[in-house]
């Protein structure tokens, strides 16, 4: 017989072993993701944004409550991913919050909630032949100290129903996240030149994208005749910034100044073009005839542009798929069909346009693309049902009042927005140069990049028919339009040196139930799930007894 002595000692040794394989575990945590499309891995990128944090980030997430199905499994998404960010830095913390459970009145937390800036999502839930309608606030708030950065969980996305948007805002959560912890941790910003002096588009329609872009980089305006009598050194200061944003010019460039664009270009420098090459504007038509005229106009920027591999067309684009002008008469403010007002919905095929929801645009004009040895990506085009329309012509409120020739609308897409990237020689290679330049280059040593979008009025989101969107929602197709994440996915693409937004091409497909099969099966698994059990329990019993008598029958 062993000896009590001996018991106490085994048992003391493995009571220690068990602590010994505890306190290691503790320290090597090992996580292994399973899935085909390894959506639970976060890409170096995003392990980045968190890595260096040195302040607690506090993680509130208003999607909580009584929640559809689909947007249980959006909740768990987040959940799982924020646990993902949480064993890069432990000093995320995350809170889920329903917005709305509270003893204020529903309305007013809505309304409260509004005026923070969050858009409600309004979700109708089928079960069976009956509907019903609620309203949830898809986001988060991520604080550190005094920063707070608003990050949407629920990409929205013109004729998606509701699993669809759920499952594009999934492969949209692990950016949306990073994109916030980079701003929120960001030291070392980068420069962006905004361009003045050639009649470009209102302060007023730009408040809102370069408050958006102060974020993430420090924001300059940048007068090209600031220094007329010195243009090197001109273009000594422009080559201090990392990305220039010309938004609608109205005025000639010089060569001069285009010589000045061009050798910033040719030095590496970034650029974003929203050029018209129309004369058309909703204003013009306020007037007794409600009608205007459209015609060319002249940048001078035309060379300069051919060198480098685009062509803007002095031409109109009309687009079926379109968003609507107001009208007030009698019987107040009513929609008319304006089709030089393309609702652009933007592909897939590139992390600047993935998941981003239509673009408007006004008054836009068509691009061709010319064989030079630049790679070029289409980002932006117009609906199969468009066609170009040539200019001078007139234009008028009633234009489209009449029953259109849907047949004629056959042109089929056309390019509105290209990205370029490549070496870029110089537009004046070759030429004679406006000045001399101690540093001319004919050829780019380096890869560049530069966006070109005919369309100066992209900018002018947050605006319709020049009066402001209330929460940024256009009252007529109740769509908040996709062209700011459009607008800061470019500049964040030309800018983005680590790859973070990248992680928007990432590929991640949810399965959901078919709600009809479901609401149609649901009697007989009911009755699988309560009869089956019971019956399984009562054949075990009864086989459990009938061997047991024969056991112990002689």
């Not at 106490?8 to 220690?16: D, E, N």
């Not at 699993?163 to 941790?185: P, W």
């Amino acid at each position: 017989m062993k000896s009590p002595k001996n018991n106490a000692t085994k048992i003391v040794v493995l009571i220690l072993i068990l602590i010994g394989i505890n306190l290691i575990a503790s320290q090597l945590y090992v996580r292994f993701d399973l899935t085909k499309n390894k959506r639970y891995t976060l890409s170096d990128a995003s392990k980045a944004t968190v890595s260096n944090a040195t302040q607690p980030i506090i993680i509130d997430v208003l999607l909580s409550g009584n929640l559809p199905t689909e947007f249980k499994r959006l909740q768990t998404e987040t959940k799982q991913l924020l646990e993902e960010f949480g064993t890069v830095n432990n000093q995320i913390r995350v809170n889920y919050i329903d917005p709305l459970d509270n003893n204020n009145p529903k309305e007013e937390n809505i309304q409260a909630l509004q005026e923070l800036g969050l858009t409600p999502a309004s979700i109708t839930i089928e079960e069976g032949n009956s509907m019903s309608r609620e309203v949830l606030f898809p986001w988060a708030l991520v604080n550190m100290g005094q920063k707070t950065v608003k990050v949407s969980l629920l990409q929205n996305k013109l004729g998606a129903n509701s699993e669809q948007r759920v499952n594009n805002s999934v492969q949209q959560l692990e950016y949306a996240f990073a994109d916030a912890f980079k701003q929120l941790t960001i030291t070392d910003k980068k420069k962006i030149a905004i361009l003045k002096g050639n009649g470009e588009v209102q302060d007023k329609y730009l408040v809102d994208f370069i408050m958006n872009l102060r974020n993430y980089y420090q924001l300059g305006e940048f007068n090209m005749d600031s220094l007329a009598s010195n243009p090197e050194k001109v273009l000594e200061n422009l080559n201090r910034f990392d990305a220039t944003i010309i938004a609608k010019p109205t005025e000639p460039f010089s060569e001069t100044e285009k010589y000045i664009l061009d050798q910033y270009i040719v030095n590496g420098g970034k650029t974003l073009w929203m050029v018209d090459q129309v004369v058309a504007d909703l204003d013009s038509l306020q007037n007794e005839t409600f009608s205007s005229f459209a015609y060319p106009q002249d940048l001078n920027l035309d060379d300069m542009l051919f060198r480098y591999g685009v062509r803007i067309n002095k031409k109109l684009v009309q687009d079926l798929i379109s968003t609507p002008v107001t009208v007030t008469d009698q019987n107040g403010e009513i929609p008319i069909n304006w089709f030089y007002s393309p609702m652009v919905a933007p592909g897939n095929n590139h992390p600047i346009t993935k998941g981003v929801n239509v673009v408007k645009l006004e008054f836009t004009n068509t691009i061709d693309t010319l064989p030079n040895g630049i790679d070029k990506t289409i980002l932006l085009k117009s609906s199969p049902q468009s066609k170009e329309v040539g200019v001078p012509k007139g234009y008028s409120l009633d234009e489209f009042d009449t029953q259109q020739d849907i047949a004629t609308f056959n042109d089929g897409n056309k390019t509105l927005g290209v990205l370029l990237e490549g070496k870029f020689a110089s537009a004046f290679k070759n030429r004679v140069k406006p000045f001399k330049s101690a540093n001319n280059k004919e050829e780019a040593l380096q890869e560049n990049k530069m966006i070109v979008i005919a369309d100066g009025d992209i900018i002018n989101y947050n605006y319709a028919n020049k009066k402001p969107l209330i929460n940024g929602i256009d009252k007529w197709t109740k769509q908040v339009y996709g062209n700011k994440d459009f607008l800061i996915n470019s500049v964040n693409y030309l800018l983005d040196d680590g790859g973070l937004i990248n992680i928007r091409s990432k590929e991640i497909a949810l399965s959901f139930l078919n709600k009809e099969k479901v609401y149609q099966e649901k009697t007989l698994w009911k009755l699988i799930n309560i009869v089956v059990p019971v019956i399984l329990i009562l054949v075990f019993g009864w086989l459990y007894t009938t061997l047991k008598r024969k056991k112990y029958t002689l």
